[in-house]
């Protein structure tokens, strides 16, 4: 399913159950957040709006949010911590999909809190827990939290890499960071709601914000 937004796209209700994003700029150049596995929706709405891809951000290396990140022809940012992860720490046998590889060659990995691509800055959070490469994306208002936080609660951390204390420790960091009008845009479930939304509905949160 497609929704848009004025400087939004989001894909979601695929079979992973993942949220899929596109930012749009003022010069109609777009960046995608986690392209899980909707490469074909993706390039047609591209190609429809007219709209020129210029990179794809990654929250963390699960196969469910890089699926199709094979099938664009552009940078594809990283954080740095994913390219230990990357061949053991994917997740893809979850999803009875063996020997997925990405292109290492089209990765860049970050270790920066701030990526300008072309006119764009982005904020980058880093939140480990879920896995230690996670981290969050924020776009002026928006914040694309990957798995490290949804709606109504927070992401596992039983997964490789993944850590009980670390993930409280970003949600914590979540709790004081963000602002009331922010735009959470997690990887998973409802999605395009304002931080002072969540503050009221999820647990995790108000138990830091307690």
């Not at 552009?74 to 997925?100: D, Q, T, W």
């Not at 060659?105 to 230690?132: A, C, E, R, S």
Request: charged fraction near 20%; include cysteine.
């Amino acid at each position: 399913m497609l929704t848009r937004h004025k400087n939004l796209a989001i894909f979601s209700q695929n079979e992973f159950g993942n949220n899929s994003y596109i930012i749009i700029d003022e010069n109609a150049n777009g960046i995608i957040i986690d392209p899980s596995n909707y490469a074909s929706q993706i390039n047609d709405f591209l190609e429809k709006n007219k709209i020129k891809l210029i990179c794809i951000l990654i929250t963390h290396i699960h196969y469910d949010h890089i699926a199709s990140v094979n099938n664009f022809n552009c940078p594809i940012y990283a954080p740095r911590l994913s390219k230990e992860l990357i061949i053991r720490g994917n997740c893809s046998e979850m999803f009875n999909v063996h020997n997925f590889k990405v292109d290492i060659n089209k990765l860049i990995f970050f270790k920066n809190d701030v990526l300008k691509i072309q006119n764009n800055l982005i904020n980058i959070i880093k939140t480990p827990g879920h896995t230690k490469d996670s981290v969050c994306y924020k776009w002026k208002k928006y914040i694309f939290t990957g798995d490290t936080i949804f709606f109504d609660s927070i992401g596992r951390w039983d997964l490789p890499s993944g850590n009980k204390i670390e993930i409280f420790k970003s949600i914590k960091k979540i709790a004081n960071l963000f602002n009331n009008n922010d735009v959470i845009l997690p990887g998973h479930g409802i999605t395009y709601k304002e931080f002072s939304e969540l503050k009221k509905f999820n647990p995790y949160l108000k138990h830091f914000l307690s």
